[in-house]
């Protein structure tokens, strides 16, 4: 049996696919997460409500310690997020799906670490890859499956937020080599990274960004457009629960703590 976490936002945790399922509020040292427990083909599914009950909390607000701290918790070993994004790279479209592989992070007030207590002392990760290479294959795998258009790679900026960018930082974070742009991938990966769980992304492309779009950006805009990829993210993730092949990437993201005595709840 696998256990499974499937990060996400609105609609991927409708009704219907969690009939069956337990809502729980499961308290950590940073707060409270909201999950939602269940069994789905076999293997144990833990959906996690990023953005709160009624998606209420910002995407600088979220409690990405919290919410990664109760999926360790629960003894999951498999992370799949969803999110949003803006596109910089032409070739990456609305509703188009990316199994991105590496990101930029342009955060800056979100605490990005389980390592800043005296208890836990000095721990400095690897991040290299930061999405976990067999999971990320399992995805690929699955998405070959489908009618979905999708990037087998892809570079995450994560920004600040609430405001969505302006142009010019567009522009910036398309010489740096930026494919797409978000707000709730980071410290999330990282923190998935730091707990010894296997993690990855995949996003779903809403629209052109900042400067490349024709018109402004609405948050509405945002929301139509994802209205529109639920289907097929609903069908992606229940493939990817079922998916039972195996894989050949290998992954050392169990043991990548190891050097600071492992990670420890
Ligand atoms: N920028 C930042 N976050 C986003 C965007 C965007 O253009 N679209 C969806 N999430």
């Excluded at 256990?3 to 945790?13: E, H, L, R």
């Excluded at 995407?59 to 994004?85: C, D, M, Q």
């Excluded at 930061?130 to 990037?151: G, M, N, Q, S, W």
Aim: negative net charge; contains cysteine; proline residues 5%.
């Amino acid at each position: 049996m696998r256990k499974i976490a499937i990060i996400g936002g609105t609609g991927i945790d409708n009704p219907k696919t969690l009939q069956g399922f337990e809502k729980r509020v499961i308290e950590t040292p940073y707060g409270k997460a909201l999950c939602n427990i269940g069994m789905m083909s076999g293997n144990q599914v833990i959906f996690v409500s990023r953005h709160g009950v009624d998606h209420s909390v910002p995407p600088h607000k979220v409690n990405y310690r919290a919410n990664i701290w109760a999926i360790k918790s629960l003894g999951t070993e498999e992370v799949f997020a969803t999110t949003a994004v803006g596109s910089i790279n032409p070739e990456m479209k609305a509703g188009h799906f990316v199994v991105c592989d590496n990101v930029l992070d342009f955060t800056k007030s979100r605490i990005s670490t389980f390592y800043d207590s005296p208890e836990r002392g000095v721990a400095h990760c690897d991040f290299t890859y930061p999405y976990c290479p067999a999971l990320r294959e399992k995805v690929i795998k699955c998405l070959e499956k489908t009618d979905i258009t999708f990037h087998k790679q892809g570079v995450y900026v994560c920004t600040e937020g609430p405001r969505f960018e302006s142009a010019a930082e567009i522009k910036m974070y398309a010489m740096l080599g930026g494919d797409l742009v978000g707000m709730t991938n980071m410290p999330e990966s990282i923190l998935a990274r730091e707990a010894e769980l296997c993690y990855t992304n995949c996003s779903i492309v809403t629209n052109m960004a900042a400067g490349i779009s024709p018109t402004p950006l609405s948050h509405s805009e945002v929301c139509e457009a994802m209205a529109q990829s639920i289907d097929n993210m609903q069908k992606l993730i229940l493939a990817f629960i079922a998916y039972d092949e195996p894989v050949e990437a290998k992954c050392g993201c169990h043991s990548c703590m190891k050097e600071f005595g492992g990670f420890k709840l």
